[in-house]
């Protein structure tokens, strides 16, 4: 796979720049293998990695297309900000964040901690 990587078994970080449309398509693809399996799933992000316009698009209309899917089997995407502002400022916007999204949301510091938060979701 190109844009997630399995840390542990049920536990994804995403990987790459998404910058294009046709990024943004392989990674529905990936995320929809990902889904196919049909197992809970804990999802890891940088937020240094924010896909492109270009890339944001197919991956926005994907996500509203499998809302309830996201739901049953995410059992939480943990977002990685390194920077102490960047963090706080997440840890601010996030209750309203989370309203949007169909499955729990988090903020580490760091992989090691997203990977302690991911590792208990999956409890």
């Known amino acids: 796979m190109k844009f997630f990587r399995e840390a542990e078994p049920g536990i994804f970080i995403a990987t790459g720049r998404l910058q294009t449309e046709q990024d943004g398509c392989d990674w529905t693809a990936e995320y ?21 316009v270009a890339a944001g698009k197919p991956m926005v209309l994907w996500m509203k297309a499998r809302k309830a899917e996201l739901g049953r089997l995410i059992r939480v995407t943990v977002y990685i900000a390194d920077d102490d502002a960047e963090r706080a400022e997440l840890e601010r916007t996030l209750p309203g ?27």
């Open 32 to 52: 929809s293998e990902l889904l196919a399996a049909d197992r809970p799933l804990a999802v890891i992000v940088n937020v240094n990695d924010q896909p492109e």
């Open 97 to 123: 964040r989370a309203k949007a999204l169909p499955y729990p949301a988090a903020i580490a510091a760091s992989e090691a901690d997203a990977l302690f938060l991911a590792r208990a979701s999956l409890i």
